[in-house]
T-cell receptor
């Protein structure tokens, strides 16, 4: 049973560019949440997708957007990259209606130069 | 009101000792308090979680103690092992938002052999 898978694992971009990160949830899960983890910090909630719609959003600017596909996989897009966007981006999946345990992927490490 | 404050930032214990990590929260609406363990290069993994209707929960060597009046909760790791060396995060969420976790800043635990 595959867990949460994310791609790419590492990537380097320059300021002003755009990036797309991808996530496949754990088998049987229908909800995907995205978190940003800066070096030495705890993860911060970006947003959550369920039924192909953004359901909840944290305190992140509109440069951060996402999408969920019919197969429950998800993408995180970040436009106009800033140096401060350098972080580990974590995808977490869960099953709606359950006690709420989140299963995290290993993350995509984004470096903005 | 959304903060979760975690201490200490780092902790070194001898093998067989007890590791104690503390967290305090401000938002009294929080009703779900998980602890996550994160190894380098990996995503966070749920260790143990508690809801405020109980004051303590134990799973193997891991125990959460919860003090609702003080708005504090702590993780105790008994008989700490070198394999427990990792970063530990406390977190909290509101009712109906179990996937929107507010994380503490993390504690880097080192267990000496």
């Amino acid at each position: 049973d595959a867990g949460v898978t994310q791609s790419p694992t590492h990537l380097i971009k320059t300021r002003g560019q755009q990036v797309t990160l991808r996530c496949s949830p754990k088998s049987g899960h229908d909800t995907v949440s995205w978190y940003q983890q800066a070096l030495g910090q705890g993860p911060q909630f970006i947003f959550q997708y369920y039924e192909e719609e953004e359901r909840q959003r944290g305190n992140f600017p509109d440069r951060f957007s996402g999408h969920q596909f019919p197969n429950y996989s998800s993408e995180l897009n970040v436009n106009a990259l800033l140096l401060g966007d350098s972080a580990l981006y974590l995808c977490a999946s869960s099953l709606t209606g359950t006690s709420g345990e989140l299963f995290f992927g290993e993350g995509s490490r984004l470096t903005v130069l | 009101q959304q903060q979760v404050k975690q201490s200490p930032q780092s902790l070194i214990v001898q093998k067989g000792g007890i590791s104690i990590i503390n967290c305090a929260y401000e938002n009294t609406a929080f009703d779900y308090f998980p602890w996550y363990q994160q190894f380098p290069g990996k995503g966070p993994a749920l260790l143990i979680a508690i809801r405020p209707d109980v004051s303590e929960k134990k799973e193997g060597r891991f125990t959460i103690s919860f003090n609702k009046s003080a708005k504090q909760f702590s993780l105790h790791i008994m008989d700490s092992q070198p394999g427990d060396s990792a970063t530990y995060f406390c977190a909290a969420s509101r009712p109906g938002s179990a996937r929107q976790l507010t994380f503490g800043s993390g504690t880097q635990l080192t267990v000496l052999p």
